[in-house]
């Protein structure tokens, strides 16, 4: 069964630093997803994706955040200029039209 | 999109049916009933969804009643695999539109 990727599963990184998380979608789906959890919390939309750009984003993605889809495959969120409070689980999820979204199992992210 | 309430535990023994039920009485005419599950920290997994039908699938059935404000979900033989959160979310179907997450429902499989 396809499924979304996610790479990688766990980055530490120190503060102020850029990072990228990386997604690899569902390969026909159309709608792309980023989404985090803080520990022991919910789980939070950040980003939608469509056409490529944006439709819709949180309060929590501001113009630290940024998406893009470099290539026919891949899905990336970057952060950067990483604070302590960026500390999360970040799940990327796809769907396509008229399909649910699929997860992927996530990066952990650390900022030390 | 439509709030949805669940219970925050359930505990069930195993080989028994697992009854996840969820309230969304404010849920609007074209949006979908949608559960996902999530295994300690790994991402929420798609489990089921629908709009006025029962539907069933290989993992659970979702039986919505006829005025769409409530909604269970069955897992017909529950293992102690299927120990995890459980939620419940209201939305659009095959759009951009974000999944709201509420707080779900602790299920515990109980041996």
């Known amino acids: 069964e396809p499924e979304v990727t996610q790479t990688p599963s766990h980055q530490v990184t120190q503060m102020g630093q850029e990072v990228i998380l990386r997604c690899v979608p569902i390969s026909n789906h159309l709608y792309f997803y980023w989404y985090r959890q803080i520990l022991g919390q919910k789980v939070e939309f950040l980003v939608s994706?469509?056409?490529?750009?944006?439709?819709?984003k949180s309060e929590i993605f501001d113009d630290q955040f940024s998406v893009e889809r470099p290539d026919g495959s891949n899905f990336t969120l970057k952060i950067r200029s990483t604070k302590l409070e960026d500390s999360a689980m970040y799940f990327c999820?796809?769907?396509?039209?008229?399909?649910?979204?699929?997860f992927g199992d996530g990066t952990r992210l650390s900022i030390l | 999109d439509a709030k949805t309430t669940q219970p925050t535990s359930m505990d069930c023994a195993e080989g028994r049916a697992a009854n996840l039920p969820c309230n969304h009485s404010?849920?609007?005419?074209?949006?979908?009933v949608y559960w996902y599950r999530q295994i300690h920290s790994q991402g929420p997994q798609y489990i089921i969804h629908g709009l006025k039908n029962n539907e069933t699938n290989e993992m659970a059935s979702l039986i919505i009643t006829e005025d769409r404000k409530s909604s269970t979900l069955i897992l017909p033989h529950a293992t102690l695999r299927d120990t995890a959160v459980y939620y419940c979310i209201v939305g659009l179907s095959g759009s951009a539109r974000q999944l709201t997450f509420g707080s779900g429902t602790q299920l515990t499989v109980l041996p």
């Open positions: 404010t849920i609007s005419g074209n949006e979908y």
């Open positions: 994706f469509y056409n490529n750009e944006i439709s819709e």
């Open positions: 999820a796809s769907g396509g039209a008229g399909q649910p979204q699929h």
